[in-house]
Each structure stands twice: as structure tokens, then as C-alpha cells.
């Protein structure tokens, strides 16, 4: 049986175990870094010797780094819905996949996220915090404009390609921070919500991790 590790209030940990539930797959959850520990473990550290959560082993494959794990999991169980064999068509999924680990979570995960939300007030960078809503603002209207006439990010189709920017939407939506107006993209986080694995995953509540540096 697949088996993942990660806490539940990782954002990493989040796309893996959506997407999971999304493909209906059965599997075992661990509870794994933060205040649960595990990671500095030598079993763990033989799995990721990076240390960080998610990973997951399917049967003797062993994974990490999420976005590799999306990847591994749409080819090995989403052949034909979520994984196609047409080069073309998963270089457009993959380059907003992409996008969301190099522009977007730098600029709101660790610029707003960690930068505002995590971060202990006395100790917080406002210029910085205020360059990353900048940044996060001005990639907020290119999804606006991306999503105008579409259900998802691929079109009429849920894809691989809602995931890891999806993820964002709950917490981006609910930190306290300026965000501008973006109807496109709330119509698609409404219909996000629908979906009942966005919301066992993603739709946790994230309270813990305020002004919270230690994990
Ligand atoms: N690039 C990695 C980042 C992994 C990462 O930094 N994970 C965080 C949680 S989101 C972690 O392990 N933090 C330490 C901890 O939870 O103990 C990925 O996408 O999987």
C-alpha cells in the first residue's frame, strides 16, 4: 500500500495527499515533522536524506520533493485523466506547475506566509512583507486573466495543474493582507471547495503556525 508522511498542516504535504484522494488511491498517512518529529530520524533520513516532508513509499518506491511526487503519482495511477502521453500536453501542466514552486510559493509562502503569518510581529520585515504582496498581487490578476472563460487551469478539466497553485487558495484567502479584486480566480476557488478532497486536505485550519518559526 502507498504510504505518505508528512504533517497535515504542511502545504507541501497538502498537494500530495488532495491529489491522493483525488485518485482514490489507498493509502496510510503518517504524521511526520513539526511538533510530530520523525524527520531527524536515520529510517526517515535513508528516505529523504533532505530531511523534509512529504514523502511517500508505493510499495518499495521511494519519494520525495511534492512536486516530483504529483508527477509520479498522476504517470503511475492517472494515465489517460491526469498524466497524457502527449509531450505537448504535459509541458502545459507542468509549466504551471512550475510557476507555482518558482513564483508564486516564494513570493507567498515564504514572503507572505512565513514573512507575515509565521513570523513573530516584533520580528516581522514589513518593506518585505509589502514587495511580496506586491508580487503576489500582480500574480493574482495573471491567474484572473488566465482563468477568464475557464472552469480550471487547463480548461473544462480538472488537471495536475489546479493542484499545486490551488493549494495557495485557502491561505492566501484567509491571512489578513491586502488582496486585489480577482473574480476569476474566487469562482475558481469556489469551485475548488466543492470538491470534497480540497477540502479534507487543504482546508485546514492553520492557526498553529501563527508566529511560529520553529518548523
Ligand atoms: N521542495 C520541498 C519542500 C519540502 C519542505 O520544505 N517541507 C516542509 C513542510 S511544507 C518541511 O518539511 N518542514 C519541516 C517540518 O515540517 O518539520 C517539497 O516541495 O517537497
Known amino acids: ?18 491529489f491522493t484522494a483525488e485518485l482514490g488511491i489507498a493509502h496510510r498517512h503518517i504524521e511526520a515533522g513539526g511538533d510530530f518529529g ?11 536524506p533532505h530531511g523534509r516532508v512529504p514523502v511517500i513509499d508505493d510499495e518499495g518506491t521511494i519519494v520525495w520533493e511534492s512536486q516530483t511526487i504529483l508527477r509520479y503519482l498522476a504517470a503511475r495511477y492517472g494515465r489517460g ?33 512565513w514573512g507575515f503569518y509565521r513570523t513573530p510581529q516584533a520580528q516581522r520585515n514589513e518593506t518585505a512583507i ?6 503576489c498581487t500582480r500574480h ?23 493542484i499545486p497553485i490551488g493549494t495557495h487558495l485557502y491561505r492566501y484567502f484567509n491571512v489578513e493582507i491586502e488582496r486585489p479584486a480577482v473574480p476569476n480566480v474566487e469562482a475558481w476557488y469556489r469551485r475548488l471547495q466543492e470538491r470534497p478532497a480540497y477540502r479534507a486536505h487543504v482546508m485546514i485550519p492553520f492557526g ?4 511560529r518559526l520553529a518548523f
Do not use: C
Not at 514552486?101 to 513570493?107: E, F
Not at 493574482?140 to 488537471?159: C, N, T, W
Open 130 to 135: 509589502k514587495r511580496s504582496i506586491e508580487r
Open 38 to 48: 520523525l524527520t531527524d530520524t536515520p529510517e526517515f533520513r535513508a528516505m529523504n
Open 81 to 113: 485523466t491526469f498524466w497524457s502521453d502527449d509531450p505537448a500536453e504535459r509541458a502545459h501542466t507542468g509549466q504551471w506547475m512550475d510557476w507555482s514552486q518558482t513564483a508564486l510559493q516564494p513570493d507567498f509562502l515564504l514572503g507572505i506566509f
Open 1 to 18: 500500500m502507498l504510504t505518505i508522511w508528512g504533517r497535515r498542516s504542511s502545504f507541501n504535504l497538502q498537494k500530495v495527499m488532495w
Open 208 to 211: 498553529e503556525l501563527y508566529g
Open 140 to 162: 493574482f490578476r495573471l491567474l484572473d486573466d488566465h482563468l477568464a472563460g475557464k472552469a480550471f487551469m487547463r480548461g473544462d478539466a480538472f488537471s495536475l495543474a489546479d
